[in-house]
């Protein structure tokens, strides 16, 4: 057991001391900070509408004097009602009494509406929530022409009220944008710090690190050792990325964005537990896979191809689960929490939708753990056997091979 403390120590302060470790960390955070930063990055080279002096001219009284109604609504403008000419418009945008206007002029049947700002760039689009503001107000007026009762007027207007219901007994709830992001962020965890394993093995061949390593203590201890060191980096880097994440939302979004595009109310501190679970258990799952490819080879240029393998394993698992959420309730999203490619990336959201009770979760994390030591036993056998191989690159026969070896 200290032997496996020794080398989960030495893994860990060579990780954290890599150079492109430290830099990708940095640059991963950099990105996460400015992309929640991007509606403010954008608010600030583009127009912002919100506060800006509107005037709306309506010389020939075409909403019949109503147009004030407008400044009680929250469209988020400094509304003034005149009649002018467009040369005075021209004239107090350019001297910055206002910062934009709206024209309304009447031909035959049709209400021209010209909006009028100091230059139109490719960001530019007319303000929408205005428009059909003054398209509903010219309606209600016309209508109330026609002098019709309550109960004609709630014929032409009924209120629609929208509802989806599903016959599954299963409810599946919470954010389908905020799952999918946190399967993302899971997937791209557990791939990067599994593949870390086989370059590191690889590496300590190439530097004869190994042969140190061997003689001081055995393959077994030197596989668990240098998986749970890396897991734990790994692990480390995960909370620190998502933290940032998390805080970075609450800092810089807006309140009403974020409540309605990221829902967290189904994020829970249980919930963060079986996701951290579920990362150390995928992470093993493919770490030692990824232990046992990276004992094949013997040079830094061979870890590629020999990975592949189990790259395309990684990704069936994480496509599985990623798909099935489209319809969480499915037999087949049943099966992708329980199958253990695709369970790390499936069940803790099966959790946060609540359609995975305790027995379900027990069930996956036992079939999970039963197929880490099944790849265990392999992966550290075939180790044992091939760590010390410094000719070419061992074929699928040859590993076969290996394993049956006494």
Same mark, same amino acid.
């Given at each position: 057991?200290?032997?496996?403390?020794?080398? +989960?120590?030495?893994?860990?302060?060579?990780?954290?001391?890599?150079?492109?470790?430290?830099?990708?960390?940095?640059?991963?955070?950099?990105?996460?900070?400015?992309?929640?930063?991007?509606?403010?990055?954008?608010?600030?080279?583009?127009?912002?509408?919100?506060?800006?002096?509107?005037?709306?001219?309506?010389?020939?009284?075409?909403?019949?004097?109503?147009?004030?109604?407008? @400044?009680?609504?929250?469209?988020?403008?400094?509304?003034?009602?005149?009649?002018?000419?467009?040369?005075?418009?021209?004239?107090?945008?350019?001297?910055?009494?206002?910062?934009?206007?709206?024209?309304?002029?009447?031909?035959?049947?049709?209400?021209?509406?010209?909006?009028?700002?100091?230059?139109?760039?490719?960001?530019?689009?007319?303000?929408?929530?205005?428009?059909?503001?003054?398209?509903?107000?010219?309606?209600?007026?016309?209508?109330? @022409?026609?002098?019709?009762? @309550?109960?004609?007027?709630?014929?032409?207007?009924?209120?629609?009220?929208?509802?989806?219901?599903?016959?599954?007994?299963?409810?599946?709830?919470?954010?389908?944008?905020?799952?999918?992001?946190?399967?993302?962020?899971?997937?791209?965890?557990?791939?990067?710090?599994?593949?870390?394993?086989?370059?590191?093995?690889?590496?300590?061949?190439?530097?004869?690190?190994?042969?140190?390593?061997?003689?001081?203590?055995?393959?077994?201890?030197?596989?668990?050792?240098?998986?749970?060191?890396?897991?734990?980096?790994?692990?480390?880097?995960?909370?620190?990325?998502?933290?940032?994440?998390?805080?970075?939302?609450?800092?810089?979004?807006?309140?009403?964005?974020?409540?309605?595009?990221?829902? +967290?109310?189904?994020?829970?501190?249980?919930?963060?537990?079986?996701?951290?679970?579920?990362?150390?258990?995928?992470?093993?799952?493919?770490?030692?896979?990824?232990?046992?490819?990276?004992?094949?080879?013997?040079?830094?240029?061979?870890?590629?191809?020999?990975?592949?393998?189990?790259?395309?394993? /990684? /990704?069936?698992?994480?496509?599985?689960?990623?798909?099935?959420?489209?319809?969480?309730?499915?037999?087949?999203?049943?099966?992708?929490?329980?199958?253990?490619?695709?369970?790390?990336?499936?069940?803790?959201?099966?959790? +946060?939708?609540?359609?995975?009770?305790?027995?379900?979760?027990?069930?996956?994390?036992?079939?999970?753990?039963?197929?880490?030591?099944?790849?265990?036993?392999?992966?550290?056998?075939?180790?044992?056997?091939?760590?010390?191989?410094?000719?070419?690159?061992?074929?699928?026969?040859?590993?076969?091979?290996?394993?049956?070896?006494?």
């Amino acid at each position: 057991m200290s032997d496996i403390l020794t080398i +989960m120590k030495f893994t860990i302060k060579d990780m954290v001391k890599r150079k492109s470790f430290i830099i990708s960390t940095i640059i991963i955070l950099v990105l996460i900070i400015g992309g929640f930063n991007v509606p403010n990055i954008v608010k600030l080279f583009n127009d912002d509408n919100s506060g800006n002096k509107l005037l709306i001219v309506d010389n020939n009284d075409i909403f019949e004097g109503n147009l004030k109604e407008l @400044k009680g609504e929250e469209l988020g403008y400094n509304i003034s009602v005149v009649k002018a000419s467009f040369d005075d418009v021209k004239k107090k945008i350019e001297n910055k009494d206002i910062d934009e206007a709206i024209i309304i002029e009447k031909e035959n049947n049709n209400i021209n509406i010209r909006y009028i700002v100091p230059s139109i760039g490719m960001m530019s689009e007319m303000p929408n929530d205005l428009i059909d503001s003054l398209s509903s107000l010219y309606s209600n007026i016309q209508i109330s @022409k026609l002098n019709l009762t @309550k109960e004609e007027l709630e014929a032409i207007t009924p209120n629609f009220t929208y509802s989806m219901e599903q016959t599954s007994d299963e409810e599946a709830t919470g954010n389908i944008l905020v799952m999918m992001l946190m399967s993302i962020v899971l997937f791209y965890a557990i791939y990067f710090c599994a593949y870390q394993v086989s370059s590191s093995i690889t590496i300590e061949k190439t530097s004869k690190i190994i042969e140190t390593l061997v003689t001081s203590t055995s393959p077994k201890n030197i596989v668990l050792g240098k998986t749970l060191g890396i897991g734990i980096v790994g692990l480390g880097q995960m909370i620190l990325i998502v933290g940032t994440a998390i805080i970075s939302a609450l800092l810089f979004l807006d309140s009403n964005l974020l409540s309605m595009v990221l829902d +967290m109310s189904n994020i829970t501190i249980s919930l963060g537990i079986i996701t951290i679970i579920y990362f150390i258990l995928g992470y093993f799952t493919y770490a030692l896979l990824y232990a046992l490819t990276g004992s094949t080879v013997s040079k830094p240029e061979d870890i590629q191809s020999a990975n592949t393998p189990i790259a395309i394993l /990684v /990704v069936v698992g994480f496509y599985l689960s990623y798909f099935t959420m489209m319809n969480p309730a499915s037999n087949l999203n049943l099966f992708a929490s329980l199958f253990p490619l695709s369970a790390p990336f499936c069940m803790p959201f099966r959790v +946060m939708m609540g359609l995975a009770n305790g027995i379900d979760v027990a069930i996956s994390i036992g079939i999970l753990v039963v197929t880490i030591l099944i790849i265990a036993k392999v992966a550290i056998k075939i180790y044992s056997n091939a760590i010390l191989n410094y000719g070419t690159k061992l074929s699928f026969k040859d590993i076969i091979s290996m394993y049956k070896d006494k």
